[in-house]
């Protein structure tokens, strides 16, 4: 047979998963403390990894490392937003069932911990009678589409969270495993979630789905908060006059690396063509099966739609999107990337009301003794009842807030010990960790753990050097993977090996370039130290209001390198 190729051992599993179930029903109903390896690649499709606290291993009496096998669910929230109810449901959940921390994710999610198997379906059923759902929330599929979660009510952001839910809907995987699986006997009595008794197809995945995770994303010209360059696919709104006549659709973003193999690399998308809003559900059709019908289905690690215009070029890739699409697309407006906005504090919203955005410091959610982030966010919530918006930047949004309310939120979130977003360093509210340690399983070091020990140290010094009031992004990963996209941040920090760092600098706040790596293997401890030096650097030789990422990258790391050793 002429050169037949090897399948990765997980199309496997999915070519013979009858459409994700697997053997999941078997092993829920079993004693088993978790599930079988298959049916742990096919869990992610249902939005949850099996995972074990890595801080509670321990030695079996034969002498073995023992885990206390548990899940991570990952609930599926398009634009980041959330009712009150739903928020509560969360922090019910963490509570009774997890390990009583809720974590918002970088992609405008909400992810418990520690759930036991045991609880997984009660789990499942609680996120379902509250309107939310898990499905898709990871696996080879498109996940939770990302959107600024700005609360503005005028036309163009109307227009931005249509196409945001558009999209959701449109690449849905159509499977009826998840409500076979989880839902049945739930209370909400519902018949399905997609479909009705009809045979069961994917018309857009087909039966393997996609060669690997696909991520959307919608943002502005002016305000690039969810990272639209590092999405697999991007729409960028191209308004005038008040309204979004379409967007410029950029394709091939994606961060995971393993530097050990040349072959993989952090990419930031490309500009391929202009849709109009109308269209941007077939587009991203056209997208996905272009990826779905050529993507890597052999090496995992080059499996992602990145590598697959890398290696075919951008005009071809646009050659076959348009085929599947029908027609030719025209080339993008010139609109493009410029700016950030965090949507922190207070800001009016358009319709009278106010939205107020707190920072949530790496987006953990837990009540210790001085700070109580949940208790904070349970009387918000049941004083004010607020739509809650999730940023990219793991924090959240409270919205419709009248004014007579304004000081009643600021005064719960004083009295549970907690700053507003306002009194925070910007150097902190900028910054974001991924979850690594102890649950993730890809964990080489500590994130979210240390980076506030790490702000601490880092504040001190800025204020030293009256660097204080500059704004600029710092962003930690306790493996290569990229989690909190520290590869496009003013400074990336990521875990490379134990206790150890690689300093990325030169990437910029509004996410349109990457790093380069500064110094590698550097020990926790001695990251601030190998920074004050390049700060001073910064201080003394950077062009009127140049931002630190841009000056890093202007005068390179040999410079940077050679100030560094004369202090
Ligand atoms: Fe991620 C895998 C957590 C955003 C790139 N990511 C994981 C897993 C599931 C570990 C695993 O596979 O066993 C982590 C679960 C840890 C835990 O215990 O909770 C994990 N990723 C996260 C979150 C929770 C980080 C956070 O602290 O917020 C983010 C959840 C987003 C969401 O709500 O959907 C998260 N992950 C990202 C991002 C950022 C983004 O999408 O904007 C990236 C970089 C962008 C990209 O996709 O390229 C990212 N995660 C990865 C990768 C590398 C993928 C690759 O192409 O190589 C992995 C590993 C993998 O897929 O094999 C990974
Ligand atoms: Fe885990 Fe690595 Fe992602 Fe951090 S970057 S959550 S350590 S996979």
Request: hydrophobic fraction near 35%; charge should be negative.
């Amino acid at each position: 047979m002429a050169d037949e190729k090897k399948l990765s051992a997980v199309e496997d599993v999915k070519s013979l998963s009858n459409f994700l179930r697997g053997t999941i029903a078997e092993d829920l109903a079993s004693d088993a403390d978790g599930f079988a390896k298959p049916n742990t690649h096919l869990l992610k499709f249902h939005g949850m990894y099996q995972q074990d606290d890595r801080d509670n291993r321990g030695a079996s009496a034969e002498g073995k490392s023992s885990k206390e096998i548990s899940l991570m669910t990952r609930t599926r929230i398009p634009g980041g937003i959330l009712t009150s109810v739903q928020m509560i449901a969360h922090l019910d959940l963490c509570d009774e069932i997890g390990n009583s921390t809720l974590k918002c994710t970088t992609r405008q999610a909400l992810q418990l911990h520690c759930i036991p198997k045991s609880r997984i379906r009660e789990t499942i059923q609680r996120i379902h009678a509250v309107n939310l759902s898990t499905l898709a929330a990871c696996g080879d599929v498109n996940r939770n589409v990302m959107c600024c979660p700005a609360p503005i009510r005028d036309a163009i952001h109307d227009e931005m969270r249509r196409a945001t839910m558009a999209l959701k809907d449109h690449l849905a995987p159509r499977t009826r495993a998840y409500y076979e699986i989880w839902l049945k006997d739930d209370a909400s009595g519902e018949e399905s979630l997609v479909g009705g008794g009809e045979p069961e197809v994917e018309p857009i995945y087909g039966p393997t789905y996609l060669p690997r995770k696909f991520k959307i994303g919608v943002a502005l010209p002016q305000d690039n908060c969810i990272d639209i360059y590092t999405q697999d696919l991007g729409f960028l709104a191209v308004v005038r006059e008040g309204a979004v006549v379409g967007y410029n659709v950029l394709v091939g973003g994606g961060l995971g690396t393993t530097p050990s193999a040349k072959k993989t690399f952090p990419a930031l998308a490309k500009r391929m063509a202009f849709c109009t809003p109308d269209e941007v559900c077939q587009v991203a059709e056209a997208v996905v099966k272009v990826q779905r019908d050529n993507g890597n289905r052999e090496d995992r690690k080059r499996a992602r739609l990145k590598y697959l215009i890398a290696d075919q070029g951008i005009e071809w890739f646009r050659g076959q999107v348009e085929q599947y699409f029908g027609r030719a697309l025209p080339d993008c407006t010139e609109d493009d990337v410029h700016d950030f906005d965090d949507h922190m504090g207070w800001a009016e919203q358009g319709d009278g009301k106010w939205y107020y955005g707190w920072n949530v410091e790496n987006g953990r959610l837990y009540d210790s003794e001085d700070r109580r982030w949940k208790s904070a966010i349970r009387e918000i919530c049941s004083l004010l009842n607020p739509g809650i918006n999730l940023t990219a930047h793991q924090s959240m949004i409270f919205t419709d807030i009248a004014e007579e309310d304004k000081q009643t939120l600021e005064d719960v979130i004083r009295r549970h010990g907690l700053p507003l977003s306002e009194e925070i360093s910007t150097v902190r509210r900028w910054s974001m960790a991924c979850v690594a340690l102890p649950t993730c399983s890809l964990a080489v070091t500590e994130s979210e753990r240390v980076l506030p020990g790490v702000m601490d140290v880092m504040e001190a010094e800025l204020a030293k050097l009256g660097l204080d009031q500059e704004a600029f992004t710092v962003r930690m990963t306790g493996c290569p993977n990229g989690c909190a996209r520290p590869y496009n941040a003013d400074i990336g920090l990521v875990g490379k090996t134990k206790n150890k760092y690689t300093i990325f600098l030169g990437g910029q706040l509004i996410g349109t370039r990457l790093g380069t790596i500064f110094k590698d293997l550097v020990p926790l401890e001695e990251i601030v130290p190998t920074l004050v030096p390049v700060f001073a650097a910064y201080k003394h030789h950077r062009q009127t209001s140049e931002s630190f990422g841009d000056f890093c990258h202007r005068v390179g790391n040999e410079n940077l390198h050679a100030w560094a050793a004369s202090t």
